[in-house]
């Protein structure tokens, strides 16, 4: 199980933390490739990750809503609760913006600098073992060529997913374009500098030991016939807090040094600036609706978001399915300054 700590964490991060730095695939995929069977909401799915935020201090209220940032029909088919809390609003802030500025930017901060080439960096083995595994998936190790290590290891853990995301929006986006279409102010919490100076922290090693046991970690699972983001999946449908907690644990180990550093960086840090943030808006304009779109795995714990806004005076209610038809927020205009963030 030790081989399993830090790559978890990485497939845990990306797929319930990060914004918008992987919601595009890596260029370079064969378009061909074959994408994972459709998915459809099981019956058994629990509520949805939602949560009402109320205070003396606000007029209207806000909702919190957590994401996981692929393209699976099980989490695109929202509630309906969660679409009402969504036209209720006036407007929506997803961790990062997803312009198309925003998505140029993307791209170029994921690659290495210098003119170096993953070939520069990685070991014989490791490269040749690396490109096995992608080019399995129709995506060859050499279209990477100038990726940052930390991106290739990432995107190693959802491979399954990169053909689906040629033609498929994730929840993320899908939401963030939706409101922009709707005439709804639309930005992002943080900046991509600020997300991707968590994984730039690692060292070249560092990042190489990531990958190495990212790849450790999918031959574990594949053996058991499952894919790395399966039990990041089901604990998002189950919509239990304590599910989604025991599924982040499973994936730390509090002994491996780099483990501790993303999970500081990636989540509990991240946890204060956004939770600053949505209060600093809130109070800044507290008759406007607004509806925050991030990682589910920021809201619950005793560090995460939902606990940091209530410790700042708000009251925050996790919502129900049953909740459907019972949300109802006054539509005013924003405030000019706050458009288009």
């Known amino acids: 199980m030790e081989s399993r700590s830090h790559t978890r964490i990485s497939a845990l991060a990306m797929s319930l933390a990060l914004g918008v730095l992987l919601q595009a695939p890596l260029c370079g995929q064969d378009e061909g490739a074959d994408a994972p069977a459709p998915t459809t909401r099981p019956a058994t799915a629990g509520e949805p990750f939602l949560w009402e935020v109320t205070g003396d201090e606000l007029e209207a209220p806000s909702y919190l809503f957590g994401t996981v940032h692929l393209p699976d029909d099980r989490v695109l088919d929202l509630p309906d609760v969660v679409e009402e809390a969504f036209a209720a609003t006036d407007a929506l802030f997803c961790e990062l913006p997803m312009d198309m500025g925003s998505q140029l930017a993307m791209q170029t901060a994921l690659l290495l600098e210098d003119g170096k080439t993953l070939s520069d960096l990685l070991p014989e083995e490791l490269y040749e073992r690396t490109d096995k595994l992608f ?75 990531m990958l190495e046991q990212t790849l450790d970690l999918i031959d574990e699972l594949a053996a058991e016939g499952k894919r790395p983001i399966d039990d990041v999946m089901a604990a998002y449908i189950s919509g239990d807090d304590e599910q989604l907690l025991e599924a982040a644990r499973e994936s730390m180990d509090e002994d491996d040094p780099i483990g501790r550093k993303l999970e500081k960086m990636l989540i509990d840090d991240r946890n204060v600036r956004m939770a600053d943030r949505m209060l600093e808006k809130m109070l800044a304009s507290p008759e406007t609706t607004f509806f925050f779109a991030v990682g589910a795995m920021h809201y619950p714990g005793e560090k995460g978001v939902v606990r940091l806004l209530g410790d700042k005076g708000l009251d925050v209610k996790k919502l129900k399915r049953s909740d459907a038809g019972q949300l109802t927020a006054p539509k005013v205009p924003v405030p000019a300054g706050e458009k288009d963030e």
């Open 135 to 209: 080019t399995s998936k129709g995506l060859p190790l050499a279209a990477l060529a100038t990726y940052k290590i930390w991106a290739v290891a990432s995107n190693a853990t959802i491979l399954d997913y990169l053909a689906e995301m040629m033609t498929k929006e994730a929840l993320d986006p899908m939401l963030y374009n939706r409101a922009a279409a709707a005439g709804k102010v639309v930005g992002g919490l943080e900046t991509m500098e600020e997300q991707v100076d968590a994984f730039d922290s690692l060292t070249i090693e560092e990042q190489i030991v």
